[in-house]
């Protein structure tokens, strides 16, 4: 991870932390950087969630692109899974989707693309931060800024509705059934699914029932969508639907809720669709891909299932990495980031519950009966406010305090201490049989944590 860029993308507090004069600077240096060199007009495709501040940051990008060169593609409102498929499928240099995801309105973001719709690697992203801290002189410039674009030179702003139409065109076509006999209910977290979302489960044939579909630009992510499940859980009781999904704000993630409105988060969809695929015999390697973070529930309900699995550290990036270099076709994050290679190169939430729809459908059980073989273990998960994480992941009482506990446990459950990727925090997580044992396990690391002197006031 950079200065400003993390695993996914540069995201902070809009106007503060993440500043139109960095987006316009973005603009600038990749509808430079992309041309440099090239014959070729240098087309990038843009979107945005519904936060208010997206708007500012979308013109200020395309202000930068376009006094670059580069020609702006506009999808206005749209997901970030849509950004990648129009990337990928209509040969663009690259995209940029605004959007801080889960984030409350306040935050903002800004991610990256390359020209296979995947998150730019992290030479160019660099790059661009050296651009940021005004460093020209390390990216071979010696003027005191980058050239403009003048005349014929300049960059074109295109309305590029169709390439969203495309790609809800696209999800439409991936169902193999028709879900005319459900009653789904769809959390669009007043984001970027609040439109697509709905048309796609229409022209499925699915009654609709829609709940955080008003977005002010202000509500997004507001006790709405996958982060707050259980509005959407209540809507599915007291509707008596068949089964509903919950988006976040830019909709890469999907949890759903059953239709006894228990939730069925990622780890349960990974188990649900992996056994889809191995029973179609389409499951790469035989192996899902998971995090760090995944229950021991998922595990042992794929080792039943004969299902083996890959870890990678937190972040659907580091799923892909490992899919795309292993060959690996599904994989995911307990959150709700699911990748399925065969049809996206990123976490995709409708696309995921289309495919959760087919599973459904296809094995005449209700939802609740394919999430029932994994069985979650309690997770207690502490943050702690450090001076230097690396002195508390180095420290030796700290380490035997984390192996002592995980002797303890038996195999039973686990611990895990891991470093925050945006804030001095350490998370220390426990998993175990009782949520009593998880409580007491974490509170004896950092016990330790405190008494070394590491935590911060």
Not at 397 to 425: D, F, I, M
Request: hydrophobic share 40%; charged share 20%; proline share 2%.
């Amino acid at each position: 991870m950079g200065k400003y860029f993390g695993t996914d993308g540069f995201r902070g507090e809009a106007g503060v932390t993440l500043t139109s004069e960095h987006a316009y600077k973005i603009g600038r240096f990749l509808g430079w950087y992309y041309a440099k060199g090239g014959h070729h007009r240098v087309r990038a495709v843009i979107g945005k969630d519904t936060r208010r501040s997206s708007y500012m940051f979308e013109y200020a990008i395309v202000a930068g692109l376009t006094a670059s060169g580069a020609d702006a593609y506009m999808l206005h409102v749209t997901t970030t899974p849509s950004v990648s498929y129009a990337v990928s499928g209509d040969e663009f240099d690259f995209g940029v989707m605004i959007s801080a995801s889960h984030n409350p309105f306040n935050d903002n973001g800004i991610k990256l693309v390359n020209r296979r719709g995947e998150k730019m690697d992290d030479a160019t992203i660099e790059k661009i931060e050296l651009y940021l801290d005004g460093n020209l002189a390390a990216l071979g410039v010696s003027t005191p800024d980058l050239p403009f674009a003048k005349g014929e030179e300049l960059g074109e702003i295109v309305d590029y509705a169709a390439g969203r139409n495309r790609y809800i065109g696209y999800l439409i076509s991936l169902s193999r059934y028709s879900f005319k006999p459900y009653h789904v209910g769809l959390d669009c977290a007043n984001g970027s699914a609040w439109m697509i979302a709905k048309s796609v489960f229409e022209a499925l044939g699915a009654k609709v029932s829609l709940i955080n579909a008003s977005p002010d630009g202000l509500n997004i992510n507001r006790n709405a969508g996958s982060t707050h499940i259980g509005v959407l859980s209540r809507h599915v009781q007291e509707n008596n639907l068949d089964i509903g999904f919950a988006f976040d704000g830019d909709a890469d993630r999907c949890i759903a809720v059953d239709e006894h409105g228990n939730v069925v988060n990622g780890d349960h969809i990974l188990f649900i669709l992996a056994n889809v695929l191995k029973q179609n015999g389409e499951l790469t390697n035989n192996t899902v891909v998971t995090t760090i973070m995944s229950n021991m529930g998922l595990y042992r309900a794929l080792k039943a299932a004969g299902i083996d699995y890959a870890q990678t550290t937190v972040g659907d990036r580091y799923v892909w990495e490992n899919m795309a270099e292993t060959g690996n076709c599904l994989g995911g994050e307990q959150s709700g980031h699911i990748i399925m290679s065969k049809y996206a190169t990123t976490g995709d939430g409708i696309l995921t519950a289309i495919k959760i729809m087919e599973a459904v459908i296809s094995s005449k059980l209700p939802l609740s009966k394919l999430a029932e073989p994994v069985k979650m273990l309690p997770q207690v998960l502490k943050n702690v406010r450090v001076a230097d994480k690396t002195a508390v992941r180095n420290n030796t009482a700290v380490q035997e305090a984390v192996r002592r506990a995980g002797e303890k446990l038996n195999g039973n459950g686990r611990v895990l201490l891991r470093e925050s990727g945006t804030e001095p925090l350490i998370r220390v997580m426990a998993e175990a049989e009782t949520e009593a044992i998880c409580e007491r396990t974490v509170d004896e690391i950092i016990a330790v944590i405190r008494a070394e002197g590491l935590e911060k006031a």
